[in-house]
């Protein structure tokens, strides 16, 4: 594949997976992530030699200053910030202020030792009802890093506690209930199997044992989740057509779900339509189990 040839690599964007980023570093090639937009000339962070940390995107570049806003936004200027927007000005005043410093729109801090760390878009970051942060896309992530986990959709903002919808990834865990002789005749049943449960509760519970290491999420700790009876599809609406939740929606649609998660109720029946790939509508009714996990206590 031409592995072999590669000096250094570059991800951004998107966060991929710690497993990921270890797997294409440990065939020896230099991966490191970045941050940065267009307005900045590219660069605004950059992870040095030798100090590569996953679950950051490094350091200022060379000239770049970051600032934290008090509403969590990460600003930055440097030598390389862009004029202003062609024939928009209004635009370049909402990006940019009169002092060079430019809004990302993107909600951000630094760790104990100075690195940077993106968590969700500025305007998605809600807070619980104790008013520490919330950011759903950033707790969305760590779930789906896990391989059994497909898609997560977080809730919290203006709530005592984080809840979290999953759907199950039906390839990796069609191949674990293969070994483990699980049968079952749909996504539904096997999203409803007690051992699936199980699996996915102790990746939630990897999740918040993360989550009480780091000060500012340490409320954020999913405390009860549901394992969806359909997987979320583009066709029904939940999703955008590139695979993006749209999280009110789903909220919108499973209302029933999102009230029992936060009452005392351990199950709840309900009845969804679906689309099915010829365009035909239909229905799918399910007793979906509600699981609640224990806070995790940080490491000493």
Request: hydrophobic share 35%.
């Amino acid at each position: 594949m031409g592995f072999t040839r590669i000096r250094m690599a570059y991800t951004a964007g998107e966060s991929i997976s710690p497993e990921l980023f270890d797997f294409y570093r440990s065939l020896g090639i230099n991966l490191k992530q970045l941050y940065g937009q267009t307005e900045a000339s590219v660069l605004v962070t950059i992870q040095p030699d030798g100090e590569v940390r996953s679950d950051s995107v490094g350091v200022a570049a060379p000239d770049v200053e970051i600032e934290i806003s008090d509403g969590g936004e990460v600003l930055y200027r440097s030598p390389g910030v862009f004029l202003e927007y062609y024939k928009n000005p209004e635009a370049t005043a909402e990006a940019k202020t009169p002092d060079g410093w430019v809004h990302t729109g993107d909600a951000g801090y630094f760790d104990k030792e100075g690195y940077l760390r993106i968590i969700d878009r500025a305007a998605d970051v809600g807070k619980l009802n104790n008013g520490s942060i919330y950011a759903p896309k950033f707790l969305e992530n760590k779930l789906k890093f896990f391989p059994q986990i497909k898609e997560a959709v977080t809730f919290g903002d203006q709530k005592d506690y984080v809840t979290a919808f999953i759907n199950i990834d039906l390839e990796a865990i069609s191949n674990w209930a293969e070994k483990n002789d699980v049968t079952y005749a749909s996504y539904h049943e096997l999203a409803a199997n007690d051992q699936v449960s199980t699996l996915i509760q102790d990746c939630v519970s990897s999740v918040n044992q993360e989550l009480a290491n780091e000060d500012q999420f340490k409320a954020s700790q999913i405390q009860r989740f549901v394992v969806l009876h359909k997987e979320l599809d583009a066709d029904d609406g939940e999703l955008t057509r590139t695979r993006k939740v749209r999280r009110k929606y789903v909220a919108d649609k499973y209302s029933t779900l999102v009230d029992a998660l936060y009452s005392d109720k351990d199950n709840v029946h309900i009845e969804t339509e679906v689309t099915f790939e010829d365009g035909r509508k239909g229905s799918i009714e399910a007793d979906v189990r509600i699981c609640d996990m224990v806070s995790a206590g940080a490491s000493v």
